[in-house]
C-alpha cells in the first residue's frame, strides 16, 4: 500500500465513481421490465437489484482479469495519468446517454476510455488489438444477436405452450418468474460490470507497482467495487429504466420472463468464458427478441435507431474525450485538477438540466412525462339563491325565480317562469 500515491488515490475513487454510474446507468437491464409490467415495485425492485449485484460481485474475477491483462499491455509503461483520463472519458458519456434516456454501454464506455488514452500516451503498442477484437467487438456484435433470438424463441414457445391458459392466472405466475429472472440477470451484472472496475484498479496498481503483473483483483478492491455498483444500482437509472419498460417496445409478463432468462444465460456463460460483453447490449437485444415472439408484438424501431447509434457511437466517443483528456493531464499537476474540474462540471451541468423533467420512482411508468398534471375540477360553490322579477306572475304581481349561483335569468315565454339556471 505504501505505494499509493495520492494521483493513485484519486484515479481508484474516480474509478469507485465510474462504478457508481455504471450501476444506475445499467439497473434498467435487470429491471426495466419487472417495473413495466408491475411485477415489482420501482423501489423494490432497485433494492433487490442492488443487493444482487453486491453478490456478484464476489462470483467471479475472469473479467477483471481480462481488462487488468489483456485489452491493455500492462508494460507499456502506462501511468496513472493514463487510467484517470480514460475513466473521465468513460464517466462523461454516461451521464451523457443517462440524460438522454439511452442504454449505452458502459463497458464500451470504458473500454472506449482505456483505448483513447492509451492510444494518445504510448501509441498502439499498449493495445492489444487480437484482445479487443476477440474480447471486446466480437461479443458486442454477437452477444446482442444471440440474446434477441433466444428471447424471441423463448417468447414464441411460452405463447405456444399458454394458448389455452386463463391469461390473468398464468400472468401471475409469470410476473413470479419475472422476479426470479430479474434477480439472476442482476446477478449476473455484478459478476460482469462490477468487475470491469475491479480490473481498472487493478490496472493502476500495477502500473506503480503496488501489484504483480497478473495479479487477481485484492479482496478490498472486490468489495469497494461491489459496493459502489450496488449504490448506484439502489439509485435507479429511472430515465433509461423508462425507455427500456416502455420505450422499445410493450412488454407483457411472458415477454418479460423470456427475455431476462435469455438475457441472464447469456451473461453468465461470457462472465465464465471471460468476455466483457455490454450487459446494456445483451438486455435490449432480448427485449427486441421478446417484442417480436409475441404475435402482434412490436419494436418501436426509431428508438432502436437511436439506441444503436449510440452503441456505435460509445467507444470512439469516449475514446476522443479520454485522449484530449490524458493529454491535458500529461502537463502536470496542473492538467490533472483542469481534467478533475471539466469532469466535475460536465457532471453537475447533466445533472441540473436533468433536474429540468426528472424522472424518478412515482412516474417512470407513466404514459406521457409531458402531459400536465390533471387539476381537479374546482368544487361548485353553494348554490346562492337570489330571486328575480319574473313577468307573468300572478294578478300581476312578479314571480321569484330561483337562480343557482347567481346566474343571470334567461327570459322566458309571456306568461311562464324562466327555467333555474345551473352552474
Aim: proline content about 5%.
Amino acid at each position: 500500500m505504501e505505494h499509493i500515491t495520492l494521483l493513485v488515490g484519486v484515479v481508484i475513487i474516480t474509478a469507485l465513481v465510474f462504478d457508481f454510474t455504471n450501476g444506475f446507468h445499467d439497473t434498467a437491464n435487470a429491471m426495466a421490465t419487472t417495473i413495466s409490467t408491475g411485477a415489482l415495485s420501482p423501489k423494490v425492485a432497485v433494492a433487490m437489484s442492488a443487493i444482487l449485484n453486491l453478490v456478484g460481485a464476489f462470483l467471479s474475477v475472469e473479467v477483471a482479469k481480462a481488462i487488468s491483462g489483456g485489452i491493455i499491455d500492462e508494460s507499456a509503461g502506462l501511468q496513472p495519468e493514463v487510467i484517470f483520463a480514460a475513466l473521465v472519458g468513460a464517466i462523461l458519456w454516461n451521464l451523457l446517454t443517462w440524460l438522454l434516456g439511452l442504454p449505452s454501454s458502459s463497458s464500451h464506455a470504458l473500454f472506449g476510455g482505456l483505448i483513447g488514452a492509451t492510444l494518445m500516451a504510448v501509441g498502439t503498442s499498449g493495445v492489444n488489438a487480437g484482445a479487443v477484437m476477440s474480447k471486446v467487438l466480437l461479443p458486442a456484435i454477437a452477444a446482442p444477436i444471440v440474446a434477441g433470438l433466444a428471447a424471441w424463441a423463448a417468447t414464441r414457445l411460452t405463447y405456444r405452450i399458454n394458448r389455452n391458459a386463463d391469461e390473468k392466472v398464468s400472468g401471475k405466475g409469470y410476473r413470479a418468474g419475472q422476479i426470479a429472472s430479474a434477480g439472476l440477470v442482476s446477478l449476473a451484472h455484478g459478476t460482469n460490470d462490477a468487475q470491469k472496475t475491479m480490473g481498472v484498479i487493478t490496472l493502476t496498481l500495477i502500473t506503480v507497482g503496488a501489484l504483480a503483473p497478473g495479479s487477481n483483483p485484492p479482496t478490498w478492491v472486490i468489495t469497494s467495487a461491489g459496493v459502489a455498483i450496488a449504490l448506484g444500482t439502489y439509485l435507479g437509472g429511472w430515465r433509461i429504466i423508462r425507455t427500456m419498460g416502455k420505450g422499445l417496445t410493450d412488454i407483457r409478463p411472458p415477454q418479460g420472463f423470456a427475455a431476462q432468462t435469455s438475457a441472464a444465460t447469456v451473461i453468465l456463460a461470457s462472465s465464465n468464458l471471460g468476455f466483457s460483453l455490454s450487459t446494456t447490449q445483451v438486455c435490449s437485444g432480448s427485449v427486441m427478441g421478446a417484442g417480436l415472439g409475441r404475435k402482434g408484438g412490436t419494436v418501436r424501431w426509431s428508438t432502436a435507431g437511436r439506441m444503436a447509434a449510440a452503441w456505435g457511437l460509445t467507444l470512439p466517443a469516449a475514446g476522443l474525450v479520454a485522449a484530449a483528456a490524458e493529454f491535458l493531464a500529461r502537463q502536470g499537476d496542473w492538467g490533472v485538477i483542469a481534467v478533475g474540474a471539466i469532469l466535475v462540471a460536465g457532471a453537475g451541468s447533466m445533472y441540473l438540466i436533468s433536474r429540468r423533467k426528472p424522472v424518478d420512482a412515482s412516474n417512470v411508468t407513466a404514459d406521457d412525462l409531458d402531459a400536465p398534471a390533471t387539476a381537479a375540477a374546482p368544487a361548485c360553490p353553494a348554490a346562492q339563491i337570489v330571486t328575480v322579477p319574473a313577468q307573468g306572475g300572478p294578478h300581476g304581481a312578479p314571480a321569484l325565480t330561483p337562480i343557482a349561483g347567481g346566474a343571470p335569468a334567461t327570459a322566458g315565454d309571456a306568461g311562464s317562469e324562466p327555467a333555474a339556471t345551473a352552474v
